[in-house]
Structures are given as structure tokens and as C-alpha cells.
């Protein structure tokens, strides 16, 4: 959470090569879109002096399609920030954080052995068209000057009024309920937020973790698979926080796979 949304790189100012594209890349799990414009540069010698920003952020513990804008296209970057997009969300319950996602502290946990398909169908149905959706405490919304990450970091989070956008939902649906098991749970935690570069409060969070799972630990947790289309602005780990507020039962985004930005699909994306 230290980066500004959308941030726009400037190196040495050179001939560019390639004005005015538009590439769809793949962001991996556990990079920031920054470093995905770093890749590239490295990977793409002929990206490597061009003026690159990303329209749409992702989250670290989301992967799929980000749009980079190579030199001339950033000048219409609100038409790419405004297109449609889908996402796969898996949804984990029995915790949640204050990021919305495991790469955050767990402020609550709950048991949620009693949860049906049909209880989270019905959870799912308030979600369905045109609503006021709160940008999530741990964004890079900025707010008086300061981004929301860094308001919620100094536990300030309550001297301001959160902001809010409307946010439309096309169609969400149930796609899959697993279980996940406790040693599986706090493995893949662990493995992707140790991948996680930059300060995002790692060593702090995985302590947390490990206050609530056991690696030799045999509980198992319910998930969900959920796909979703939307307009641009929707949060697909709020989406999975406020289920859990719906259903009496905290829950997270436990993994976020972006498959669409409007014509732009993951299918089709430079890994």
C-alpha cells in the first residue's frame, strides 16, 4: 500500500518507440502494478525509455489483466480507467482483515460451519445492480491530502469522513463452494505474503496468522468462488468483506483473478 494509484514513471526523456499503445499485461500474484511496468521495461528493451503508466490498479494478492499505456496514450487514460471489468474472486470465511484480503492484520474471526449455498446466494443477491460502495480502509483513495493506507496506518481512519462512489454490479454469481484445510490455509498465506515486496506490515501480519492457524492444525474453512462483472471503481475484496457482513460471518478475499478490462482479456495477456 505505498504506491500512488496509478502512478506514472518518467525516465530519461528519449525517442519513444511505441506511442500511443496500449498492452495488456499479466500481473502476477503477489507483484505490484509497478513492478509489472518494471518487468516489462526489463523484459521489452524496447519499452525501456518509454513514458509508462497503468490504467486500474491491482492489489498484491490479486493477478489477471493490467492495462499499461505506452506514451501518447496516457493522455486518454480516463477512458481506459473507466471500462468495465470481471473479476474471479474467492471468497474465505471465518476471518476477516482490515485490508479485506490475507495480506492484512485479522481484526475477527468467527466460526462459519453453518453457512449454505443457499444463504450465500441470497448474500450475493444484495450486490446485484447500482449501490453506494465505501473504498476500502487499506486504498489509495486520497482523502484530505493523504492516501486512505495511510489514515487507516495511523489509526486515523476516524478523524475523516470515508469516501464513497456508486459502483455497478451487471451480474454476480455463485460459481463454486470448496473447503480449504487449516495447513493448506496457513501455507499459501504465508507463501504469498513472503513474496510480497515493499512495507506492507509483513512480519506483523503473519504473526497474526499464526496466532489463529496451526500449521499441524485440522479444521477446514468454506469458500467460495464468485465471479463478477462490473463498472470501473468496484472493489471485488469489499465485495468479499461485505458477504461476510451480510451473512453474520467475517470473511476475505483469499485470492483475486482480474479477467476482463473491457475488450481486453486475460486470455490474451503478455504474461
Not at 20 to 38: A, F, H, I, M, S
Not at 128 to 157: C, D, H, I
Not at 191 to 208: H, P, S
Request: include cysteine; charge should be neutral.
Amino acid at each position: 500500500m505505498n504506491e500512488k494509484i496509478d502512478d506514472i514513471r518518467h525516465l530519461p526523456r528519449q525517442r519513444p518507440h511505441s506511442a500511443g499503445r496500449v498492452l495488456n499485461l499479466y500481473k502476477r500474484l503477489c507483484e505490484t502494478p509497478l513492478e509489472r511496468l518494471d518487468r516489462l521495461r526489463a523484459e521489452k528493451p524496447e519499452y525501456a525509455h518509454e513514458v509508462l503508466s497503468y490504467a486500474g490498479r491491482l492489489d498484491p494478492m490479486a493477478e489477471g489483466v493490467l492495462l499499461a499505456l505506452v506514451g501518447s496514450a496516457n493522455s486518454n487514460r480516463n477512458a481506459y480507467l473507466d471500462m468495465n471489468k470481471e473479476y474471479v474472486l474467492d471468497v474465505l470465511f471465518g476471518f476477516a482483515t482490515d485490508t479485506y484480503d490475507i495480506l492484512g492484520r485479522v481484526m475477527e474471526h468467527g466460526d462459519p460451519s453453518h453457512l449454505t449455498k443457499k444463504m450465500m446466494e441470497k448474500g450475493l443477491n444484495e450486490f446485484r445492480g447500482s449501490f453506494e460502495q465505501e473504498y476500502p480502509p487499506y486504498s489509495s483513495k486520497a482523502v484530505e491530502g493523504k492516501s486512505m493506507f495511510e489514515w487507516a496506518r495511523t489509526n486515523m481512519l476516524s478523524t475523516i469522513v470515508v469516501p464513497h462512489k456508486t459502483v455497478n454490479i451487471y451480474e454476480i454469481e455463485l460459481d463454486n463452494i470448496y473447503k480449504i484445510n487449516e495447513k493448506t490455509l496457513l501455507n499459501y498465506i504465508e507463501q504469498n505474503v513472503e513474496k510480497v515486496q515493499g512495507d506492507f506490515r509483513q512480519e506483523e501480519i503473519l504473526r497474526l496468522w499464526h496466532r489463529h492457524l496451526r500449521a499441524g492444525g485440522d479444521r477446514d474453512f468454506p469458500c467460495a468462488t464468485i465471479k463478477i462483472s462490473c463498472s470501473s471503481g468496484a472493489y471485488a475484496r469489499s465485495i468479499a468483506h461485505n458477504l461476510g457482513v451480510q451473512l453474520g460471518v467475517p470473511a476475505l478475499s483469499l485470492h483475486i483473478l482480474r479477467t476482463r478490462v473491457g475488450e481486453y482479456t486475460v486470455e490474451k495477456s503478455l504474461k
